[in-house]
C-alpha cells in the first residue's frame, strides 16, 4: 500500500522550520550584543566619557545674549572637551567682556576650567583681570591663583588672596566677590588697603 505525502504540507514545514532558524539566529545575535555592551559601557557612548570628545587648537568663540548681542569673547591656545559633565579645559585662556554699556574686562590665566551647563568658568593659575579706567570708574586690576567667573552675571569671585589695584590704591587680602556690572566689590577678610598721598593744593 502505497503512502500519500501533501506536497503542500511538507513545503510548509520546511518554511516554517527555515523561519524558526532564522528567529533563533537574529534573538542569538542581539543577546550576544548586549552582553558585549554590558561588558564594555564605553561601547554604547563611543568612547570612555571621561576622555575629550574633540579638541580645537587656537580657538576663539563668542557667547550671545538671550537679545543677540555680544556678551564675551573666550580664546586660547588649545581646548579639550569632555563629554562627562558637558566640561571643557583651556590652556592659557583669555576671557573678554564685551557686554554694551559695560566696562571693557580682560582675564588672563594659565589655564581654565569651563562648565557649560552651569555657565560657569574657574580660571587657575597666574590669573590676571584688567578693567581700564572709564568716565564714571577708575582703572582695577586683580591678581591672585584662582577665580571664579559667572559671565552672565558678570560676577568674580575667590577664596585665594589676592591683589588689587584701584587707580593709584592698592589692596592686599584673602577672599574678594566683584560684580562688573554694580562695579561693587566686597572682601571676605580684613585685609591691606594703601592709599596714595593726597595732593598738596
Given amino acids: 500500500m502505497a503512502t500519500y505525502v501533501n506536497k503542500r504540507t511538507a513545503h510548509r514545514w520546511k518554511l516554517l522550520s527555515v523561519m524558526m532558524l532564522g ?28 576622555e575629550p570628545d ?22 586660547g591656545r588649545r581646548l579639550a572637551h569632555r563629554p562627562l559633565g558637558d566640561v571643557s579645559d583651556v590652556d592659557q585662556p583669555v576671557m573678554r567682556g564685551i557686554a554694551p554699556g559695560r566696562p571693557p574686562l580682560t582675564v588672563h590665566s594659565d589655564r581654565a576650567r569651563i562648565y557649560h ?14 578693567r581700564p579706567a572709564t568716565p564714571k570708574s577708575e582703572s582695577l586690576r586683580i591678581r591672585t591663583e584662582a577665580l571664579t567667573l559667572l559671565p552672565d552675571e558678570e560676577i568674580m569671585k575667590t577664596d585665594q588672596p589676592i591683589e588689587m589695584q584701584l587707580g593709584a590704591s592698592s589692596v592686599r587680602g584673602t577672599g574678594m566677590v566683584a560684580n562688573n556690572a554694580t562695579q561693587k566689590l ?16
Avoid at 534573538?27 to 566619557?49: E, N, R, V
Avoid at 551647563?117 to 584688567?130: I, K, S, T, Y
Wanted: with cysteine; hydrophobic share 40%.
Fill in 23 to 50: 528567529v533563533f539566529c537574529a534573538f542569538g545575535s542581539f543577546w550576544l550584543l548586549q552582553l558585549m555592551q554590558d561588558a564594555d559601557p564605553d561601547a554604547q557612548l563611543g568612547g570612555p566619557p571621561n
Fill in 54 to 75: 574633540y579638541i580645537v587648537e587656537n580657538f576663539s568663540f563668542v557667547r550671545m545674549t538671550d537679545n543677540g548681542q555680544p556678551s564675551y569673547v573666550v580664546s
Fill in 117 to 130: 551647563q552651569e555657565h560657569r568658568v574657574d580660571l587657575l593659575g597666574n590669573v590676571d583681570a584688567q
Fill in 186 to 201: 566686597h572682601l571676605a577678610t580684613r585685609g591691606q588697603i594703601v592709599y596714595p598721598p593726597r595732593e598738596r593744593r
